[in-house]
């Protein structure tokens, strides 16, 4: 079975550009999820879906981040424009209701 | 207060002792409660949910203590290969939270 996929594996930008990440979930799997890890920290949670409908969105920096999951499979996550804090690992996971979640290899961004 | 709280690390313990990690989360009407295993610059991968009674896979027990709003994780008999961050994981309702992880190092 193929796991999430993500891309791409590894982006450097300057402040204030845009990046757009990509993530194909595990086939069948109804829930998506969008997290940031900050080096030495846990992975937090920008954003979910249940299908094409976003389920908590609630730490999500709405001025700057936007994400989407047209047609309930690929979604995508985009930083416009991006700030020095960004810099970190982005993580796409999914999951089947309630269950386990897998992980893709995430993507990490470097901001100049 | 944050949501899930872990001991801070890092564990550095010789192979074949026993560690310990402990994690504290702060809301009652968490409902399902995990512990994820991330190593060095990889995605984190389950490594056991935690039940009730709690429960045994191998070298690894977990327990929960809804009173005390607690959750535990033992491995016995180190190996090197469990070097990793280890990360709790509370769910209630939709919502996952992952706490801040604790870095186990295991040495030869």
């Known amino acids: 079975e193929a796991g999430v996929a993500q891309s791409p594996r590894y982006k450097i930008i300057e402040k204030r550009q845009s990046v757009a990440f990509w993530c194909n979930p595990i086939s069948g799997h109804a829930t998506l999820y969008w997290y940031q890890q900050i080096l030495g920290q846990g992975p937090k949670l920008l954003i979910q879906f249940q299908n094409n409908g976003v389920v908590d969105d609630s730490q999500l920096p709405k001025d700057r981040f936007s994400a989407e999951r047209l047609k309930g499979v690929d979604s995508t996550l985009k930083i416009q424009p991006a700030k020095l804090e960004d810099s970190a690992v982005y993580l796409c996971?999914?999951?089947?209701?309630?269950?386990?979640?897998?992980f893709g290899p995430g993507t990490r961004l470097t901001v100049l | 207060r944050k949501e899930v709280e872990q001991d801070p690390g890092p564990f550095n313990v010789p192979e074949g002792a026993t560690v310990a990690f402990n994690c504290t989360y702060s809301?009652?009407?968490?409902?399902?409660f995990f512990w994820y295993r991330q190593d060095c610059r990889k995605e984190p991968k389950l490594l056991m949910s935690v039940y009730s009674s709690g429960n045994e896979d191998g070298r690894f027990t977990a327990q929960l203590n809804r009173a005390s709003q607690y959750i535990s994780l033992l491995i016995r008999d180190s190996k090197l290969s469990d070097s990793a961050t280890y990360l709790c994981?509370?769910?209630?309702?939709?919502?996952?939270?992952f706490g801040p992880g604790t870095r186990l190092s295991v040495l030869p």
């Open positions: 996971a999914s999951s089947s209701l309630h269950n386990e979640q897998f």
């Open positions: 809301n009652s009407a968490s409902q399902s």
């Open positions: 994981v509370v769910n209630y309702g939709q919502n996952f939270v």
